[in-house]
């Protein structure tokens, strides 16, 4: 099936008059609370026009997002946040505008997913060995995805059961490296990732770069490697960016030629900082990639 023949021709929504894209969110298919019908809703109450559901690991969910978005109004782009190693940390990668029928980015995010449910007991023997039992049968309470047992799940069973008193702490006291109920795990390569994303039409872009404390040189590294392999984008104005981190992402796009995303990569009501198209506009010096993908741009119905 080719998912472009149902397509609007592009012309008839206008891309350059677009000022609330949101291209980065979860729903309850990997870390979010909300179904993505719930998202698309929050999405469009909150005046984005453009929308991506980026799951972490698993595409899974884009075809609901699709047709709630078209439901809503929303112009839609595909969308995953894929988690790989680099230089000994974790990194994400976004992927925008693929086709998520493709079965070799479905083969590859299915084998990065494989390695979590044994990561998670070990991060429950973890905690258990500081006096928290039952930490995976209580994560396993707040996951919608089987194969997608993550850190946040573990988070809200550690706030639910009085451990901590927010997501945030649990972080900080349990979660990171060093801490009891850290466990690195190998996830895909950064050339895998965006390889695959390529292969299915779409494009790599590096998630929240502020994120990753990486030294001035790890970072060049990051930025030089993923456009060596094809990535094109990089997030600049994001909900895990201060403004201040946005001016200097907004810097290293151009000096790397990167083309610009923005995202508020809201996971749930009562725990995101910044809700779904509430975000700051992107500096007009910046190319928005959105532009770059129209032909891959679902229009609204
Ligand atoms: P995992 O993929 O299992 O390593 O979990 C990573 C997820 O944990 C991210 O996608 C975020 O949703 C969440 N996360 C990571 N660090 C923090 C933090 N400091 N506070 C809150 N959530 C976090
Ligand atoms: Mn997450
Ligand atoms: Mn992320
Ligand atoms: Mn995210």
Request: charged share 20%; proline share 4%.
């Amino acid at each position: 099936m080719n998912p472009n023949l149902d397509r609007q021709p592009v012309h008839q929504w206008a891309l350059h008059h677009l000022s609330n894209a949101d291209l980065h969110c979860h729903s309850r298919v990997s870390d979010g609370t909300l179904q993505p019908e719930e998202l698309a809703a929050r999405a469009k109450a909150n005046g984005v026009e453009l929308w991506a559901l980026t799951d972490h690991d698993e595409v899974g969910g884009q075809q609901r997002a699709l047709e709630a978005a078209q439901a809503q109004g929303l112009a839609y782009l595909t969308g995953v946040e894929i988690s790989v190693s680099f230089a000994g940390r974790v990194v994400h990668i976004v992927g925008l505008g693929f086709d998520h029928h493709n079965e070799a980015l479905i083969q590859g995010l299915r084998a990065t997913r494989g390695g979590r449910e044994p990561r998670a007991r070990e991060m429950a023997a973890g905690l258990a060995a500081v006096g928290i039992p039952g930490a995976f049968e209580g994560a396993l309470q707040y996951v919608g995805n089987p194969e997608l047992i993550s850190r946040t799940h573990f988070a809200r069973f550690l706030v639910e059961a009085g451990h901590c008193s927010d997501i945030s702490e649990v972080f900080r006291r349990f979660l990171t490296e060093g801490k009891p109920g850290y466990v690195e795990h190998r996830w895909a390569g950064l050339g895998d990732a965006v390889r695959w994303l390529r292969e299915a039409g779409g494009m790599a872009v590096i998630a929240h770069p502020a994120r990753y404390g990486f030294t001035p040189t790890e970072e060049y590294a990051l930025f030089t490697e993923f456009i060596a392999h094809g990535g094109r984008g990089v997030e600049v104005v994001t909900g895990s960016h201060t403004a201040a981190e946005a001016a200097k992402y907004t810097e290293t796009a151009l000096e790397f030629g990167l083309l610009a995303s923005r995202g508020s990569d809201f996971h749930s009501p009562d725990e995101s900082r910044i809700d779904l198209g509430r975000l700051d506009a992107l500096s007009g010096r910046l190319q928005p990639i959105w532009l770059e993908l129209a032909d891959r741009v679902h229009p609204p119905q």
